[in-house]
């Protein structure tokens, strides 16, 4: 018996003790603690809050709600309500907090966890302040910023999240323009959408009704002051003319401003529609020797030019954009005005068969035209951004050969293969004209100071043979390649740049007017074919200031000069320099054009100081065409069947002005316009 109570008292014993520890290690009796205290919506730092925020609770563990929550003080006093995520209190004010406050949090001892331990402790105290009004802490450009882009816009930046239509309601612009708001976080960019004036001060202020998303509103009102750019960088001129139709599709497109321009404020500068591939260079225009190579900026380029990569489509309207951001050289706050404008352009000739061409600056540089018969279809040949001076036409009508900026050029009538036939070293050259069989051209040429080099025939690309001199005088001594207007003179003549030669039809023998005005016979023969030494050249005893004519029924030149002697009058000029007048040509002043059954028309000077036309038959008939009135005819030229006459016109009392190109029908005597914008018209070939 005494061993059974034995054993029970151990198995009591045992059991015991397993409840003490089980209890022991299943039973929680740790006190709960405040673990963090964090701000749903902080400024930047974790004891900074927006004040609009929740301040949440998190403890060790889960406790009893009732507990917490009365144990709970934020001081100054917020009214709010609780919410809970496991052990994690949640207090969110009622209203937004005031601003730029301190608050203090304390959590009392007692709290206790789901066993009903209790913390101890408590929290002592965990602090925070609100933010002050928001703020804006950089604007762009800054206040006082000068030389602010036309097109420019505002970019402000503020300290925080911003009530987006309260900040735009609350922004005003003087002098007062629209304004529109684009954001990004808390970076609002200002568009001026009318655009900003020149050399104005404009002041933006942001109103103090502007409040963040809690609702803070600025402390007090914020304004930012700047100034856009001033002096104006003026446009001289577009290339192409605005409104323009015709325009080659070659074209380069340019503006030349009133000075030299930044080579660096020009970076996507213009804009083309449709758009055009291509490169954009600066140059100096005018210029006696032509634009400068592309890529090179000059110190005193005063034009962009915008080169296509390949042709415009033809029959297309193209519309050119220049922002205004081109700046003066050496004064960026000096910029040109925006300018918008459009040109069409049209087809490139095929042919010059039974076309008439003609010099135009009315795409904004002097070209040279074509047009048909009756006017229609004019469009620009060459694309040239330095007046032409002069042009001539192949026998074929298939290829152009003409001057610009100081060089002489030849190309295909559609525009492709155009080459430089003379040299670009310094020299000037001029009055290029076709030799007889169109493998040659007679050129004046002047050096680079302006020295007479006399004239030259030089062999056009792909032609055998040398350049040689055949005048070592009497070239003018200044060309003016960038001569503007019509380019006629105040008395009929031929311009000196102009081609003032013609070939006998073996090309052997020319007559030459020189700048001077003396009539010289050239031998043209090639001496070192022939084995001998070059003829001189024979003056005939004449002075003249238009070109002479060959005339086949004739056997000879003819021209309008004088013999130093007498009035001015037609002469007809036989191969070694023998001269005859021909009668009822007194008064021959203009140059004279030759028709198909060996006529003369020509102009002649009437007894009241106007000009007249005048057609000597090859049988000595003569006859005077009926005139307009008050206009002038100048520079005849015979159509192809000899029934009509191409005539330019100008106010008989302002002759450098032009009226354009008319046909003037012999059989009826009645004059129609082509062309009101064109000088020195003539059937191709």
Do not use: C
Request: charged letters at 15%.
């Amino acid at each position: 018996m005494r061993r059974l109570i034995s054993l029970i008292s151990a198995f009591v014993a045992l059991a015991g003790l397993g409840f003490v520890l089980v209890n022991a290690t299943t039973v929680d009796r740790r006190p709960p603690a405040v673990k963090a205290i964090t701000l749903s919506a902080t400024a930047g730092d974790p004891h900074l809050a927006q004040t609009l925020t929740a301040i949440d609770i998190e403890f060790s563990e889960p406790v009893r709600p009732e507990t917490a929550e009365s144990r709970f003080h934020i001081n100054p006093t917020v009214d709010g309500a609780f919410a809970w995520d496991g052990s994690r209190a949640i207090f969110t004010p009622s209203g937004t907090l005031p601003s730029n406050t301190t608050f203090s949090i304390t959590v009392d001892p007692g709290v206790e966890d789901l066993e009903g331990n209790v913390d101890p402790l408590g929290l002592e105290e965990w602090s925070f302040a609100t933010v002050g009004p928001p703020m804006v802490l950089r604007a762009t450009p800054a206040d006082g910023a000068t030389g602010v882009s036309l097109d420019g816009s505002l970019e402000l930046v503020f300290d925080r999240l911003m009530d987006t239509a309260s900040v735009e309601s609350a922004i005003t612009l003087d002098p007062a323009g629209p304004v529109s708001a684009t954001w990004r976080g808390s970076v609002v960019t200002l568009q001026f959408d009318g655009g900003l004036r020149l050399g104005s001060t404009y002041h933006v202020t942001v109103g103090a009704s502007a409040a963040d998303t809690g609702g803070s509103r600025l402390g007090a009102p914020f304004v930012v002051a700047f100034t856009t750019v001033g002096t104006d960088l003026g446009i001289a001129q577009l290339i192409p003319a605005d409104g323009v139709a015709g325009i080659g599709v070659g074209t380069a497109i340019a503006i030349r401003f009133d000075g030299p321009i930044d080579p660096d404020s020009v970076r996507e500068a213009l804009h083309v529609t449709p758009e055009v591939g291509g490169g954009t260079r600066i140059v100096a225009l005018p210029g006696t020797n032509g634009a400068a190579p592309d890529g090179v900026d000059t110190p005193t380029a005063n034009a962009l030019v915008f080169s296509p990569s390949i042709p415009l489509a033809p029959h297309t309207t193209y519309t050119i954009t220049l922002d205004p951001v081109v700046a003066r050289l050496g004064d960026p706050g000096a910029v040109n005005r925006a300018r918008t404008w459009t040109f069409t352009t049209g087809a490139p000739p095929s042919s010059g068969q039974n076309q008439i061409g003609f010099l135009s600056d009315r795409g904004g540089v002097r070209n040279v035209w074509v047009m048909n018969p009756d006017g229609t279809n004019q469009r620009a040949a060459t694309t040239d951004l330095e007046h032409v001076t002069s042009f001539d036409a192949s026998a074929d009508g298939g290829r152009l050969l003409y001057a610009s900026g100081g060089g002489v050029w030849v190309m295909s009538i559609d525009g492709s293969g155009l080459q430089r036939i003379t040299r670009d070293d310094g020299r000037i050259e001029y009055a290029p004209a076709f030799a007889p069989g169109d493998t040659r051209a007679l050129v004046a040429r002047t050096g680079p100071l302006g020295e007479d080099l006399g004239y030259w025939l030089v062999p056009l690309p792909g032609t055998p043979g040398r350049e040689r001199q055949v005048l070592d005088r009497g070239v003018a001594p200044l060309v003016p390649t960038s001569m503007n207007g019509t380019g006629l003179g105040a008395v009929e003549s031929d311009p000196a740049w102009m081609p003032r030669v013609a070939f006998e039809p073996d090309g052997r023998a020319a007559l030459l007017v020189t700048s001077t005005g003396q009539v010289m016979l050239l031998d043209l023969a090639d001496p070192t074919l022939l084995g001998s030494e070059p003829a001189d050249p024979v003056p005939v005893g004449l002075t003249a200031q238009v070109g002479p004519s060959w005339v086949p029924a004739r056997g000879a030149f003819v021209l309008s000069a004088t013999t130093g002697s007498g009035p001015p009058a037609m002469y007809a000029v036989r191969a070694g320099g023998s001269v005859v007048l021909l009668p009822g040509t007194e008064g021959a002043i203009g140059p004279a054009t030759v028709g198909p059954d060996g006529a003369i028309a020509l102009v002649v000077s009437l007894d009241d100081g106007r000009t007249a036309l005048r057609v000597l038959a090859l049988d000595g008939r003569i006859d005077d065409l009926a005139t307009s009135g008050a206009s002038d005819d100048r520079s005849p030229s015979f159509a192809p069947d000899g029934r009509s006459l191409l005539v330019g016109r100008s106010p008989a009392a302002t002759p450098t002005i032009s009226q354009g190109i008319w046909r003037l029908d012999l059989d009826t005597g009645l004059a129609r316009q082509l062309t009101p914008l064109g000088t020195y018209g003539r059937w191709i070939p």
